[in-house]
C-alpha cells in the first residue's frame, strides 16, 4: 500500500514539474496544443465563413427537392362555414382561399360547405423538367462556392500556422543571442516580436473560430519540401481542380436553361383537374356537385413582355460566356505567378540546406527563407485548387 502511494504522489510531483516547465517555457499556461492537421479539422467544423457557406449548400438541397414536388399533383381540402343574410348570392374570394365559395340568397343560421380537390399538370413544355435541372445545377453550383470558401480557409489556416511558427523560431534565435549578449536593442527586439506574436495568435484563433481567450501552442515545424512539379501540369491540375472554374461553367448552363424556360413560355400548358363538392345548410338541404375538367391555356400577348425577358437572358448568358474566359485566364495567371514564386524560394531554400549559419541575422534570414517557400507552396495548391 506504501508503494502505491509513493507511485501516486511521484506521478503528482512529475505532472505539476512539467506543467511549471511548459509555463516557464512559452509565458503561459497551454490549453490546447495543436497541430495543422487539428487546426484544419476545427477550422472545417466552427469557422463561420465556412458553416455560412454549408448552410447555403442545404438551402439550395431545399429548393432542389421543392423543385421535385411540381411533377406531383396538388391536392386540397376546404372548409367553411357562414352566416349570412343576402338579397343575391355572392362570392367569397380571397387570395389566402384555394377555390371562390359561392354564398347563395337568402337568410342562413349556418351555411357550410365542402370541396376536395386535385389539378395535375399533364404538359407544360418541358418547363417542369428544366426548373429541376435549374434547381440542381444552383445545388452543385453552391457545392462549388463552399469548397472555394473552405479551400480559401484551410489556405489562410496553414500559411498562418507556419507564419506563427517562423515567428517562434525568431524568438528562440533571439533569445539565444541574448545570453550571449545581453543588450537593450536584442531585447527590444525580442518583447516587439514576442508582441506580434501574441497578436497573431489572436487573429489566427478567429480564422479558426475558436475563444479569443483560448491559449493554445502550435506543435509543427518548417519542414523543406521537394519541389519537382511540372507548369503545365499545374495549369491542368487547376483547371480539372479549381472550383471557381466548375462555377462558371454551371452559372452559364443555368443561363441557358432560363432562355429556354423563357421560349417555353410561348407553349400551352395542359392539366387536367377534379373536385367534388358537399354543402349543406340549417334547412338540412344537402348538395352534392363534382367535375373533372381538363384545362389548355394558350399565352398570347402580354405586352412583349416575354420578349424583354428573353433578351435579358440572352446578355446574361454571353455575359456568363464571358466571365468563364476570364476566370480561366486568372487561374492562368495565379498558377504561373504561384509556380514562380516557388521556384524562386526554392533556389534559395536549396543553398541553406547544407549551409553553416554564421550570425543572427543570417539564422533569421534562414527562417524567414524556409517560410516564404512554405507559404508559396501552399498558395501553388490554392492556385491549382488541391490542397
Not at 439550395?60 to 399533383?73: D, I, T
Not at 479551400?151 to 517562423?166: D, S, W
Not at 508582441?195 to 506543435?219: S, V
Request: proline share 2%.
Amino acid at each position: 500500500m506504501k508503494k502505491i502511494l509513493v507511485f501516486i504522489l511521484c506521478l503528482c510531483l512529475l505532472s505539476c514539474t512539467t506543467e511549471v516547465f511548459a509555463v516557464q517555457k512559452i509565458g503561459r499556461k497551454v490549453e490546447r496544443v495543436l497541430s495543422l492537421d487539428e487546426c484544419i479539422r476545427l477550422a472545417s467544423n466552427i469557422n463561420h465563413d465556412v458553416l455560412i457557406n454549408k448552410e447555403s449548400v442545404l438551402l439550395a438541397e431545399q429548393r432542389v427537392k421543392e423543385a421535385k414536388s411540381l411533377y406531383f399533383p396538388t391536392l386540397d381540402f376546404n372548409f367553411n362555414i357562414s352566416r349570412f343574410s343576402n338579397d343575391v348570392s355572392t362570392t367569397i374570394n380571397s387570395h389566402s382561399l384555394p377555390a371562390i365559395i359561392l354564398l347563395p340568397d337568402g337568410n342562413r343560421e349556418y351555411f357550410y360547405s365542402a370541396r376536395l380537390s386535385l389539378w395535375q399538370n399533364i404538359y407544360n413544355g418541358g418547363r417542369t423538367k428544366a426548373t429541376n435541372k435549374l434547381a440542381k445545377l444552383n445545388y452543385e453550383k453552391m457545392q462549388n462556392n463552399s469548397e472555394i470558401k473552405r479551400n480559401e480557409v484551410i489556405g489562410n489556416i496553414k500559411i498562418n500556422f507556419y507564419k506563427n511558427l517562423a515567428t517562434k523560431e525568431k524568438i528562440k534565435v533571439y533569445k539565444k543571442y541574448l545570453k550571449k549578449n545581453n543588450n537593450s536593442v536584442l531585447k527590444n527586439k525580442l518583447e516587439i516580436l514576442q508582441h506580434q506574436y501574441d497578436m497573431d495568435i489572436l487573429d489566427f484563433l478567429a480564422l479558426i473560430g475558436l475563444e479569443l481567450d483560448t491559449k493554445i501552442e502550435l506543435d509543427g515545424k518548417l519542414e523543406v519540401k521537394n519541389f519537382d512539379i511540372d507548369l503545365q501540369q499545374c495549369i491542368l491540375w487547376a483547371y480539372q481542380f479549381r472550383p471557381e472554374i466548375k462555377t462558371t461553367q454551371y452559372q452559364e448552363t443555368m443561363d441557358n436553361i432560363s432562355v429556354n424556360l423563357i421560349y417555353m413560355e410561348k407553349i400551352p400548358t395542359l392539366m387536367l383537374g377534379a373536385a367534388y363538392d358537399y354543402l349543406g345548410d340549417d334547412t338540412d338541404q344537402k348538395e352534392k356537385d363534382w367535375y373533372v375538367s381538363l384545362n389548355l391555356n394558350l399565352p398570347i400577348f402580354e405586352g412583349g413582355a416575354m420578349f424583354s425577358r428573353l433578351k435579358q437572358n440572352k446578355i446574361k448568358a454571353r455575359k456568363s460566356a464571358i466571365e468563364r474566359s476570364q476566370i480561366e485566364e486568372k487561374v492562368k495567371l495565379e498558377v504561373r505567378k504561384a509556380y514562380g514564386e516557388c521556384e524562386f524560394w526554392y533556389r534559395k531554400v536549396s543553398k541553406i540546406k547544407n549551409g553553416k549559419t554564421a550570425n543572427m541575422e543570417q539564422e533569421l534570414l534562414n527562417i524567414d527563407i524556409k517560410f516564404n517557400y512554405m507559404k508559396s507552396l501552399i498558395e501553388l495548391g490554392l492556385a491549382i485548387g488541391r490542397q
